[in-house]
C-alpha cells in the first residue's frame, strides 16, 4: 500500500515470496481496489502451504462490505448505496457483520495453521499496535472487537483483553474469521480517520422493522477513530507480527501483478457478479403494507396476503415490491416511493423485471 512507501524494505518481489519457502510472509497491497484485495486475500489463504503465517495489509476505496450470511436489503441503506456510485457494494468470503472501507481505515489479516488459531491473538497483536502508537486504552473485549476506553476508565496495568463491557469504550475495530481444517484467518479493519457520519447513514437501513431473516445479524457499537497516521500503523504492524512470529520477509503487490494471478481474477469476477452479491442472501421475509415476500438466495419464492401470480421465481427487487403494492390498491405513484425509500434497485441492485 502506499502508505508504506519509504517506511519498509520489500525482502521479496510478490512472485518470488509467493513461492518461498519461508514460513512467516508479509504482503503489502498498493491496490486500493476492494475486489482485488478481497480476491488476492483469498487467494493467499487457499494456495500457501497450510504452515504458512502471513500478514495482509490493504486500504480500499469506498465500500461497503456485507458478511458472506447477511442480508444487503437489512444490513445497509440501500437506496441510499444505489444513489452513491462511488460507494462499492461487495459480500466477502467470510462471516461476520457488514463493514465500511475507505481511505480513513487499514484492513488486516493474518492467517495461521488452524493449529495455532485462537481469536484473540491477532486481536492482541493490533492492540499492541494502537498503544505504541500512542492509544493508550486500547484493548480487546469479550466479543473479541477492539475498543478504546475512555480516559479514567483504565491505568498503565491495563490488560491487552478485558472481560468485561466498560461503559463508554468504542470500537475502532471488528473481527471476522475463517476457519478450516488446516488453515484459518482473522480480519479486521482499523479506523483511523474515516468519515463516521457518513458510515452512519450509509449502515442505517429503511426496512429493518419489516423485514425478517436468517443469516448473521450485524450487532452496532459505537464507534469513534484511533487518529493514527496509516504509514505508522502499518509500520507498526509488521514490526508486531515479526515480533509475535520471527523474521518476516515482506512483498508489495501491484495490482497488475495480482490480476495475473488467473486465480485472483477468478475471485475478482466472482465479487463483482450480482449472483454472488444478491444471489447468496439467507432466506428473509418483508412485511409490505399489503401481503408480504417471501426470498431466498435473492429469488421470490412465496408471496402471502397478495396476488403474486407471476412473481414467484423472480428476483426479488423494487419491481416485484412495487407490483405487489400496486395489486393491493395503492396508488403507483405512492407504490414508488415506497419502493424507492425502503427497498431501492429494480431487479435486485439493478436493471428492470416483472410487467404488471
Sequence with gaps: ?????????????????????????????????????????????????ATTRTLLLYINTPSLILGRNQNPWLEIHHPLVLRTPEVNLLRRFSGGGTVFHDQGNVNYSVTVPTAEFNRDTHAKLMVRVLRRLGVAGAAVN???????????AFTKKLKEKINADVKGSRKVSGSAYKITRLRSYHHGTMLLSTDLEKVKGLLGSPARDVIEARGVASVPSPVTNTGVDAGEFVSAAVEEFTALYG?????????KEAVEVEEVMRGVRKLKSEQWVYGQTPKFTMRLPVGEVVADKGIVGEINGADGTGIVGEKFG???VETLLVR?????E?????????????VWGTGAGVDM
Excluded at 14 to 29: E, G, H, K, M, W
Excluded at 142 to 152: A, N, S, W
Design 247 to 255: 523474521n518476516a520477509r515482506i512483498a508489495e503487490v501491484e495490482e
Design 334 to 346: 405512492k407504490a414508488r416511493r415506497w419502493v424507492d425509500e425502503m427497498v431501492g434497485g429494480r
Design 1 to 49: 500500500m502506499s502508505p508504506s512507501r519509504g517506511l519498509l524494505r520489500p525482502t521479496h518481489t510478490f512472485a518470488t515470496l509467493l513461492t518461498s519457502p519461508i514460513s512467516t510472509q508479509i504482503y503489502l497491497s498498493l491496490s486500493q481496489n476492494p475486489h482485488v484485495n478481497l480476491a488476492l486475500e483469498r487467494y493467499l489463504f487457499g494456495s500457501l502451504p
Design 318 to 320: 423494487g419491481e416485484v
Design 328 to 332: 393491493g390498491g395503492m396508488e403507483k
Design 142 to 152: 469479550v466479543r473479541h472487537d477492539i475498543v478504546v476506553l475512555p480516559e479514567g
